[in-house]
């Protein structure tokens, strides 16, 4: 196969196909989503098959245990594909969408109106969910797609590519509109992200390294974010009880999501007191615990098991470790946490546990990332449960998109004008 020959190929049908999906009704997009879901339903033998195929390929080649969870597409994992097609069909379609009119004393009308960004290329590793979310996605919001999963998960990939051409299909949308790449030959990424003339945007979905390359090497716009670096803060004025169960739920739920805590900090007045029920929960989960000299010192009281205690380094608090492992450090208070989550982390998610409101909603404000929470596990810095529907990713960049992108985040705006026979004077 000619790389540069088949890619220019596949940018000149997506750019064709954009023209066609940017005019498409809310009915056809959405008739073409519920199409796909029925299919994905109708042929999950053959996509459990496939994916059985990666699996066994997959384990053969040594790949790690977080990548294997994440190309695992289990009965209930097929039938969340398929739900998740009906759900972004169920949103608001945001295309042709206008706002902020304002009548200005010319006598015209101004505003804005949401359109598409036209042709978009996700780049992917190990997850073959991703190709049904982002088809949706792309769809709904009146996008061409080309998308390129990784090698880890080609047959799946292409088996959920047949469902999605014969959604479009039934819909009588063109089936280039989403075109998955057939080749694992790392060339077509090069490709794909150098393409400014068929491509609008670039959104990478994988590991640092995938993710500092594409930034570094595109010639096309980048919705990115590097890694994951999340934090927990348990206050001085946290509830012992939410402090425990969320700590729990954001670190050991998964480990190898990007929203997983990576780090943990502890108000200096309350760590004697609440730090040793954390550490004993998240030992007794198996979780290795990397701690400052004042945790550490408490830990040891407590009674963690020397295995799994260590003093931590510099580089372990702003490491994602996607692994169970946790940073802990005791801080001198509110501004201490804050300083150190704007220094440390990746801007990603970050937590207070705290029931004093002053003290919440200054972390609101203060801490400079993408999604920040009180009392609640940074698991929920996730498309679907901020009502998305599904994401195409989560953004750290502050332009364009932040957080987790959805159908507006892949929209633009442009602005109109009403006017009848007005001139300028």
């Not at 790690?64 to 969870?69: H, K, L, Q, V, Y």
């Not at 979905?205 to 348990?234: F, T």
């Not at 954001?250 to 007191?273: F, H, M, P």
């Not at 596990?377 to 992108?405: M, N, W």
Request: contains cysteine; charged residues 20%; aromatic residues 4%.
């Amino acid at each position: 196969m000619d790389i540069k020959t088949y890619m220019q190929t596949v940018g000149r049908q997506a750019r064709a196909a954009s023209r066609a999906v940017a005019a498409a009704s809310t009915d056809a997009k959405n008739t073409a989503l519920l199409a796909m879901a029925a299919e994905i339903r109708t042929h999950r033998a053959e996509l459990t098959a496939a994916n059985q195929r990666d699996l066994q390929e997959a384990r053969a080649n040594g790949l790690e245990a977080a990548m294997i969870d994440r190309l695992t597409l289990s009965e209930k994992g097929i039938e969340a594909m398929a739900q998740g097609l009906e759900q972004v069909a169920a949103l608001p379609d945001p295309v042709g969408e206008m706002g902020e009119l304002k009548r200005r004393p010319s006598g015209i009308t101004v505003g804005k109106m949401r359109v598409p960004l036209g042709v978009i290329g996700i780049i992917y590793e190990a997850r073959p969910n991703v190709t049904a979310d982002a088809a949706a996605l792309c769809l709904k919001s009146g996008n061409a797609a080309i998308l390129r999963g990784g090698k880890e998960a080609l047959h799946s990939n292409q088996a959920i590519a047949t469902c999605v051409r014969a959604g479009l299909a039934a819909a009588g949308l063109p089936q280039t509109a989403i075109q998955v790449i057939e080749t694992t030959d790392r060339a077509a990424v090069g490709e794909l992200i150098a393409m400014p003339e068929f491509v609008d945007v670039i959104v990478p979905r994988g590991g640092k390294g995938l993710i500092e390359r594409i930034s570094n090497d595109a010639r096309v716009p980048v919705i990115k974010h590097l890694d994951g670096n999340c934090h927990v803060y348990v206050d001085q004025f946290a509830d012992p009880a939410k402090a425990l169960a969320i700590v729990e739920n954001s670190k050991t739920q998964r480990y190898g999501t990007c929203n997983t805590t990576e780090s943990l900090l502890v108000d200096a007045s309350i760590a004697t007191a609440q730090l040793p029920a954390l550490g004993i929960m998240l030992a007794g989960k198996g979780v290795e615990l990397r701690a400052c000299p004042a945790s550490l010192a408490i830990l040891r009281e407590a009674g963690i098991p020397a295995a799994q205690l260590k003093e931590a380094i510099e580089s372990d608090w702003t490491e994602e470790f996607l692994a169970p492992i946790i940073a802990i450090k005791v801080v001198d208070g509110l501004d201490a946490a804050i300083d150190h989550i704007n220094t440390c982390s990746s801007q990603h998610t970050e937590s207070i546990v705290t029931e004093n409101h002053t003290r919440a909603m200054r972390f609101l404000r203060e801490v400079d990332s993408a999604s920040v929470m009180i009392n609640a596990s940074t698991r929920f810095a996730d498309g679907f449960e901020y009502g998305l529907g599904a994401e195409i990713g989560i953004s750290t960049d502050k332009i364009h998109a932040r957080g987790p992108v959805g159908l507006e985040g892949l929209t633009s705006q442009k602005w109109i004008v009403f006017g009848d026979g007005h001139v300028r004077a």
